[in-house]
């Protein structure tokens, strides 16, 4: 009886919690899009937080319509003069067509508005720069989830020891648009919001259909790292994985639900006893998708990064912080990579 009052208790405080933190926002947001994309991953997050949706724009009215009847005081609209013109209206989500993206956001910004842009915000290293001239001192959050993914969130105590990585990302053909820029841009600023920026990078591109990369690059702090990326393979059995070798473990990330590690057998000068003496592997399961757990933090959205992400914009906005961490500024080593990339692709 003791116990089960116990946890009655902590189900009221937990729920108590998160009642309180997302109902005392004091601004309101816009969203401009409606796409597959935003309806199966962003609308429902924001949601679950409670985010005060004053409007929701898109091309289409009816659309823009039927969407805003999925939040409470919230108008659909087929005019973005209507967000721009709107003082009430401080942050808003932008996941529209990718080449609609960088008209969008510069119009945004020069507005004063706090943005959160699906990627890619732009196509280019010269948009970007454009782009972080108007956004002074607002906030612009690119939306790339695996910096808020679960994965990464544990990866953080191995960055000081790792030595070196292996990364593949593998998909389907992407005849639509341009790999590196729309896809590839998910592995490659993982890697340098992993392990930082990168001081040398060599480039092997191959396929005039479908787009494959082997990519060596040396980070500033010396961590050596190859990726192989590729639209050559096929989209239901799509690959995302990164092993990491670091100086006690070897670890595996299976993005973006599993992530797993072997400790190093022990070695006695140079001999790896592991060849002498049999002895069992020790594997840590650091992170498995677990169906049995009905909790917000094992739920799919927030495994994968976009419950953080979105809660981390709002966050700054609301308080009015200009994030520096998460910011365009963040992309612009990432986007060095991929015009060299484009570039070796043109050249193939």
Same mark, same amino acid.
């Given at each position: ?49 409670? !985010?005060?949706? =004053?409007? #929701? ?5 009816? %659309? $823009? ?8 005081? +919230? ?122 920026? !990168?001081?040398? =990078?060599? #480039? ?5 259909? %479908? $787009? ?8 500033? +702090? ?125 050249? =193939?």
């Amino acid at each position: 009886m003791y116990t089960q009052r116990l946890i009655e208790r902590y189900k009221t405080a937990r729920k108590k919690k998160f009642l309180d933190k997302h109902s005392n926002y004091k601004h309101q947001y816009a969203f401009i899009g409606v796409g597959q994309h935003s309806i199966s991953n962003l609308y429902p997050v924001i949601q679950y937080l409670g !985010i005060p949706l =004053s409007k #929701i724009c898109t091309l289409h009215i009816q %659309n $823009a319509q039927k969407m805003a009847g999925h939040f409470t005081g +919230c108008v659909g609209t087929d005019n973005i003069g209507d967000i721009l013109q709107d003082s009430s209206i401080k942050g808003v989500f932008v996941s529209a067509s990718p080449t609609q993206h960088y008209g969008i956001v510069s119009r945004l910004l020069q507005a004063g508005k706090q943005v959160f842009v699906e990627k890619p915000p732009c196509f280019s290293l010269q948009e970007l720069t454009t782009l972080i001239g108007y956004q002074g001192t607002a906030n612009c959050q690119p939306g790339l989830q695996k910096r808020f993914s679960a994965i990464n969130n544990l990866l953080q105590p191995y960055r000081a020891k790792t030595k070196n990585y292996s990364y593949r990302y593998l998909t389907g053909p992407y005849p639509e648009g341009n790999p590196p820029v729309e896809l590839f841009i998910h592995p490659v600023d993982n890697l340098i919001h992993l392990f930082g920026p !990168i001081a040398q =990078s060599t #480039i092997h591109s191959s396929g005039k259909d %479908n $787009a494959t990369f082997f990519v060596h690059v040396t980070h500033h +702090c010396g961590i050596t790292g190859m990726l192989h990326l590729s639209t050559d393979h096929s989209w239901q059995s799509a690959i995302d994985e990164l092993q990491i070798n670091t100086t006690g473990d070897v670890l595996h990330a299976s993005y973006p639900f599993r992530l797993t590690g072997i400790e190093k057998p022990a070695r006695f000068l140079s001999l790896p006893l592991e060849k002498i003496f049999k002895s069992p592997v020790h594997q840590k399961v650091y992170l498995d998708n677990n169906g049995f757990s009905l909790t917000a933090a094992h739920n799919s959205l927030a495994l994968q990064g976009f419950l953080g992400e979105i809660e981390h914009f709002v966050s700054m906005t609301e308080q009015g912080i200009q994030d520096k961490q998460h910011n365009l500024q963040s992309l612009v080593d990432t986007y060095e990579l991929l015009e060299k990339m484009n570039a070796a692709g043109m050249r =193939s």
